[in-house]
């Protein structure tokens, strides 16, 4: 094939985000390995790689695991100004749905995702209530928070890593959403010389 490759093929940045101990790493690994460690002790940060088909689509997820960044700010990683290898689409941000305290810190990793990309739109960004298989042990209702998320005008869903129980599923939910949005920039750029809004990068 010849030329550039088209836009809506670029891979695909998302960030996983969350208080330590939410299982931000299991997530990461049950997508891309298939695997579910019982005791893990991340020490670094990682980037895992995902080939997924969705809508018959190959497409190609990038995803940054903050995990050993507990002091993580998404506002100071969005607004960097060192090099980074690869651009930003979207934020899974995560809580066990059997801690309270893990709620209210994703509420405030939601606020500096928007902070980082103000003056432009939120990033596509998908609210993920961890550890469902511990239903004796919960204490966040999905009403509770399924009404958090559409309060920030994004999406809730719940999974256990242990079960795979809607690991994919959340992953391809957001990736929906960013490529519905490059489907209306690419529109919107095209219907007028103004374009639209650019999205958040890490520069």
């Known amino acids: 094939m010849s030329g550039s490759p088209d836009k809506d093929d670029s891979p695909i940045g998302l960030v996983v985000v969350g208080q330590t101990g939410v299982g931000k790493s ?13 005791q893990y002790d ?6 895992f790689k995902k080939q997924l ?13 903050t995990a050993g960044c507990e002091e993580f700010n998404p506002r100071d990683f969005l607004r960097l100004q060192r090099p980074f290898p690869w651009h930003v689409d979207g934020f899974l941000v995560l809580f066990a749905l059997n801690d309270p305290t893990s709620f209210e810190r994703a509420e405030e990793l939601i606020r500096s995702i928007k902070e980082g990309c103000d ?9 993920v ?12 209702d999905k009403r509770t928070a399924s009404d958090k998320a559409a309060d920030h005008g994004i999406r809730f869903i719940e999974t256990s890593s ?3 129980i809607n690991v994919e599923e959340a992953f391809v939910s957001l990736v929906r959403t960013i490529t519905e949005g490059r489907s209306a920039q690419g529109s919107s750029s095209s219907s007028s010389s103004g374009g639209g809004k650019p999205k958040c990068l890490v520069m």
Request: net charge negative; proline share 9%; aromatic share 6%.
């Open 53 to 65: 088909l969705i809508d018959g689509r190959p497409t190609l997820l990038e995803i940054y695991d």
């Open 26 to 38: 299991n997530l990461c690994m049950r997508l891309t390995r298939n695997t579910f460690v019982e």
């Open 42 to 47: 991340p020490t670094f940060d990682d980037i």
């Open 129 to 140: 209530g961890t550890k469902s298989d511990l239903e004796k042990e919960r204490a966040i």
């Open 162 to 164: 242990k079960e795979g």
């Open 119 to 127: 003056p432009n739109p939120l990033l596509p960004t998908l609210l």
